[in-house]
């Protein structure tokens, strides 16, 4: 069985939206886009070399358009990412000439995937595929990058909830910007108790 890995840059209070570049996703009037800039660092860019091991992918129909405009023309920047799988959940796209892409219409199809063989499955960005991914408990591991900053407004990662679940952090780094970079890793159900009892 494979991992679904979930990568993502996150603000305090939860937004994804277009983190990076101001005309990445303008939907809702959004005026914040490339929020992240400010904040990257050498430390960040070392510590995106384990988030940008070549490893199949999994992206909604937003960010893959995104992904195939900008990947094949600078895929120095990203060593493998033209010669991974990139699955793409879309019931409106079908076809790309970007190599190596295979396209998905069912949450069936994504299971199927998770239960065969090969490399883990790592989700960039694709904020409703994540809310569907999380809903049906396939996702084994967050990704995220904190970024010290509230918007206020946006797009946000667990808009439409979540199911409860337990995650243990695995590893963790702070950047001198002040981002916050965890590896979470599901654990079982959520516990409860009473404190100071």
């Known amino acids: 069985m494979r991992k679904i890995i979930v990568i993502s840059d996150i603000t305090l209070d939860g937004v994804v939206q277009a ?21 990257l660092d050498e430390a960040t860019f070392k510590a995106l070399e384990k988030y940008m091991k070549p490893s199949d ?4 129909r937003k960010t893959f358009e995104i992904f195939a405009d900008y990947w094949p023309k600078h895929a120095d920047n990203w060593p493998g990412i ?19 892409t295979v396209f998905f ?13 090969g490399s883990d ?5 694709s904020r409703k595929l994540v809310q569907l991914l999380t809903k049906h ?30 995650f243990t952090l695995v590893e963790s780094t702070v950047t001198p910007s002040g981002v916050i970079m965890t590896h979470y890793e599901r ?3 959520v516990k409860t108790g009473t404190v100071g009892a």
């Open 19 to 39: 983190p990076g570049a101001p005309k990445e996703d303008t939907s809702g009037g959004f005026l914040y886009g490339g929020w992240i800039a400010p904040y």
């Open 57 to 60: 992918i999994l992206l909604g």
């Open 82 to 100: 033209n010669e991974v799988t990139k699955y793409v959940v879309s019931e409106t796209v079908e076809k790309s000439d970007w190599k190596n």
């Open 105 to 117: 219409k069912h949450l069936d199809d994504i299971k199927k995937l998770k239960n065969s063989e």
């Open 121 to 125: 499955i790592k989700v960039w960005g």
């Open 137 to 166: 408990d396939l996702v084994d591991e967050f990704w995220f990058k904190i970024y010290p900053l509230t918007l206020g407004t946006g797009k946000k990662m667990f808009e439409e909830g979540a199911i409860p679940a337990a």
């Open 187 to 189: 654990a079982g159900k």
